[in-house]
């Protein structure tokens, strides 16, 4: 009987002892793979296991159900994580939501359907966000403007615009390419596309997929681009009464001589008053971008840091900016960041070079949805051009740059707070 007793008593001390929680912290010295932590926890959403998002708490750490499965797939990916008992994660959500520390943790609920607005048989290391996905063993589909036209982004959760050219101007590369066979057939395959789909131009197709995207957004959407994809997607926004701001060698007819009075800047998600660029010959699109504003700025010395929120009243962007550095390595594009004169009092500035007076990082409200904008083409390739060699996120797995878009990847998935009363 006393033996019964003790090996009673062992058990139920065993029990108590047992961890009901794995942390995967993501701070600088916790975590050796950033990116694949946030692949883990799509991992675990996708198996209708819910997961806290510990907002500001070491570099933005996830606390997860405990499981052997779990712990498994996170020693495959080489995932760093911690097992904490009942009481120590107990703790440390009591400690996150006393009211002295900026702090917070949000349920994350649902592993996100994900698609990438990218040309067909465009190869994933062209895009930065392809190449984070990819890599952190996040699964997506990728569509195109049939799909768009066809209201098919209703299937998805979150939507990313691959560099593309809204404007239908071919991502202004007349000036350095128009003799290339690349080029030839990108401009020549496009055309073919649009005359398919019933537009007589290509210009005109674009602005028909820019106002479905701007429909999904509106609807409830959630939706992240980069690079041109992010000034290119409001001009043809700006333009969708009919205005055509194409040169001939883009659509073969003129343009419309005062076309930069006649841009709507109340139909755009971020930018008003921006000032169109009419030289075909000129890789820009107009004055949002700061490219060619920013002076000489030295490569090791190009940084945008990462603005603070309130965790417990501003969660969503808190989410967005969350890290294990505030300081953020620059990286250029051909829309490297945006004017802060251009950009509309409603939207929030997310990352910033105050030297510059550039914003690299916004985010707003459209309708029922959400946007982020993200100037450069690639946080780990300082000047992307063309045919250059793609990156190797093997080399970089801590990036914070990188973290950033995975950070829009993760949005979705948060529990909705309701409005106070």
Known sequence: MRNGWLILCFLCLSGSLMASSILIPMDAEGQKNHLKAYGITYWVLSKQQKVQWLLNYRGGSFLLPDGEAIRKECQIRGVSFEILSNDRANAILEDIASPARNQDAVFLEKAPKIAVYSPKGNPPWDDAVTMALTYAEIPYATIYDEEVLEDKLALYDWLHLHHEDFTGQYGKFYGAYRATPWYIEAKSEAEKLAR???????????????????????????????????????????????????????DGDPSDPNYQTQMNFGKTFAFTDFILERNPLKYEFSSIDMTSKRGDVPRESDYFSLMDFSAKWDPVPTMLCQNHTALVKGFMGQTTAFDRKSIKPTVLVLGENKINQEARYIHGIKGKGFFTFYGGHDPEDYQHRVGDPKTELELHPTSPGYRLILNNVLFPAARKKKQKT
């Open 196 to 250: 398919k789909l019933g537009y007589d131009k290509v210009s005109e197709q674009k602005r028909a997929v820019a106002l479905k995207i701007r429909n999904y957004v509106i609807g409830g959407g959630f939706m992240f681009a980069m690079c041109s994809a992010t000034d290119s997607f409001d001009i043809a926004l700006a333009a969708s009464d009919g205005v055509d701001i194409c040169e001939p060698m883009f």
